[in-house]
């Protein structure tokens, strides 16, 4: 069935063509086509995360762990920002365009194979489907230990929730965002993030939004698993520097140990706590107090606050609790010059919210607004026009992200910080560019 495919390029490319000749598919489905692949890496210990921000990072503090301790682990995380093969990753490294070709094939080849009652229905996996099952072929063959999934939407009717055994469920931060599909309230977004539990299960979680949290544990008693909630008087002694932060965490049989995330964000703080308390629930003896240490300081993730060029950052807030997260980084962050913003959005975020919050916070001198080549990218004239209602901004439109990054990047003044934020897109759209004067 894989017809005229022979290369990585056009694998990406009949993917990325699947949004336009189907939908999600039921759960029902997604794990049938599961058993048909022969349930991938059915054996190995599954780590899922599900929550509204912070997921990824999660996700790579887990494997970054892995990885110091010598335990293989594959993660299968959401969105790419340059290339599709970002999502699917073992002991850390992206996998190969050749790896990604052979299990595109091998999926492709099911497909043309179907049981009788997924052929009489037309099944085709979605976008997000066809690359978690390649992801967890993929783990199969390169016989990790762990698998670490991070959900793309939701959790309880998302494709991961297809696996059937869990070793531990983690959720992060929950905000709003999605509420089309999730709910309009913190509790209804919660309960569908905690439909990745299981019975016996830990599941760790922070102890706030007390709303969001009350409704994890409400879900955890009804099915039976194992409540481990972080709460903020774990995490004290927070020191801010140049381009880490040390923090002190509560483990249960050392009390208070440090620990240094490398970023200036002041959010991953608490991604790393998740991480560290999901690890010594483990109880895996390879994986130390130091290994653990080790670990959370070597994580870097793309597009978190992330340094690309000197005082030029990048980050993925596109929700209001990410913009809020974000912004309270930026008031940390030493800056004796001017805050300039580069700023874009889909039209199917919260972004009037967004924009009114940046807008208000006093904290940018300038702020560029320009449209992404995705298909629901917002108008960068309406992007303009709702920068421009709150009166002394200084807001200037730009044609193309070349245009913005000529003026705003290559003309920035000494001592100023320039962001940009607003979409995982937009991140992506940039790291792309900048690859590409690199190798001019």
Known sequence: MTGQIFTYGEAE????????FTGKSSMEDTRKFLVHLGKPAHSCKVIHVAGTNGKGSVCAYLCSVFAQAGILAGMFTSPHLVTM????????????????????????????DLPPDLAGRGYHPSFFEFLFFMAMVLFEDAGVEYVVL???????LDATNAVENKKMCIITSIGYDHMEYLGDTLAQIAEEKAGIMRAGVPVIYFDRPEEAAGKIAECADCIGAEKIPVFAQAIKEIKIKNKTIDFSLHLNYYDYIGFTVSTSAVYQIENAALAVKALERLSDKRITVRIMQEGIRKMVWEGRMEEVLPSVYVDGAHNIDGIYAFMETVRTQPCSGKRVLLFSVVKDKQYQAVIEAIASSGLFYKIGVVALTNERALPVHMLEDLYRQYTGLRCKAY??????????????????????VGSLYLVGEMKALLRSHKHD
Request: glycine share 10%; aromatic share 8%; charged share 30%.
């Open 13 to 20: 490319a009949y993917i990325n063509r699947i949004p336009k």
């Open 85 to 112: 093969r970002e999502r699917i990753a073992v002991n850390g490294k992206m996998v190969t365009e050749a790896e990604f070709l052979h299990a595109f094939c091998l999926v492709m080849d099911k497909l043309a």
């Open 150 to 156: 991070e959900t793309g939407l939701g959790g309880r």
């Open 399 to 420: 044609d193309s992200l070349d245009a913005a990054y000529k003026e705003l990047i290559l003309g920035k003044d000494d001592g100023d910080n320039v962001y940009i």
